[in-house]
């Protein structure tokens, strides 16, 4: 069957393009502790020593995320005497963007460093930075595959990696977007947008869309406590307010979905490290 036919045989029957419904996210699965932790602070590497890591799968988009810290500032010019500084660094493996094989460098990729600000932003939202002062807490996130929704994940991945890590947060921040364009003349919004759906909102790609009807949202919010950290649109509405509120509004239910199965990895991690206490387990050494 045709990518053309399967799509028009999915629009009747009102789901998208990957068989979702307009308000259902993709299959995440979280890990805590994908990577060995030790209480080191040295290179940018995500391979190194860490206070703690994850990794987090939305769809086809997968993110690994490494936290270390608290540890001491390198420079004393960047010390702060009321809090700890909160570094942020995101990269992309070279295969990550499907094709695309280009190297992009962290520090000079526009749109790295945007993103970068935007978690960095999301993150001091929740973290008790406070708690540390003059000291550094180092976040490192590597995008190993992006279908789409790269920033929705690295919110989520460096949430569960931080909470791995031992620091303190006010809440968790969970993350996902929420789109609204005209498709097949029919107006709907829909929840935790795709690599093509994204394409279509916002009219990259050469796939058309990007009118004034369009809109594309992420959004990071922290839901036991209701408040929105992040809300990011780059769209130009035409709907006015009332448009951008049925957006957030699927978005923060789309968080809701995402803070659930978050929430489920972080039981499932702490129920393995009692089991290890209590020598019900088998567990791997650091030193390995």
Not at 200 to 221: K, N, Q
Not at 224 to 253: N, Y
């Amino acid at each position: 069957m045709s990518s053309s036919r399967r799509t028009d045989i999915l629009s009747l029957i009102h789901l998208r393009s990957d068989g979702r419904r307009p308000h259902e996210i993709r299959h995440m699965s979280c890990h805590l502790g994908a990577l060995p932790s030790t209480t080191a602070c040295g290179t940018a590497l995500p391979t190194s020593a860490c206070s703690g890591s994850s990794m987090c799968s939305m769809g086809l988009t997968q993110v690994l995320c490494v936290v270390r810290g608290p540890c001491d500032v390198g420079r004393r010019s960047e010390e702060l005497p009321d809090r700890a500084t909160l570094e942020v660094n995101m990269r992309t493996t070279p295969f990550s963007p499907p094709g695309d094989r280009r190297n992009t460098n962290p520090t000079t990729d526009r749109r790295l460093i945007e993103q970068s600000h935007l978690l960095q932003k999301a993150l001091s939202a929740s973290i008790l930075l406070h708690l540390y002062p003059k000291s550094k807490i180092s976040v490192t996130v590597m995008v190993l595959a992006d279908d789409g929704g790269r920033l929705e994940a690295s919110i989520n991945a460096a949430t569960l990696a931080l909470m791995d890590a031992g620091i303190p947060l006010k809440d968790m921040v969970c993350a996902c977007s929420a789109g609204r364009w005209n498709a097949g003349g029919s107006d709907e919004i829909v929840v935790d947008l795709n690599r093509r759906e994204i394409q279509a909102a916002t009219g990259t790609g050469g796939g058309g869309g990007g009118t004034s009807d369009t809109i594309y949202l992420p959004v990071a919010t922290m839901p036991q406590r209701g408040t929105i950290v992040l809300s990011q649109c780059e769209s130009r509405l035409s709907g006015g307010a009332e448009a951008f509120g049925e957006v957030l509004e699927a978005a923060m239910g789309g968080c809701q979905m995402v803070m659930e199965v978050m929430a489920a990895a972080v039981r499932e991690r702490g129920a393995g490290l009692w089991k290890a206490k209590e020598g019900k387990c088998n567990i791997m050494l650091d030193d390995w």
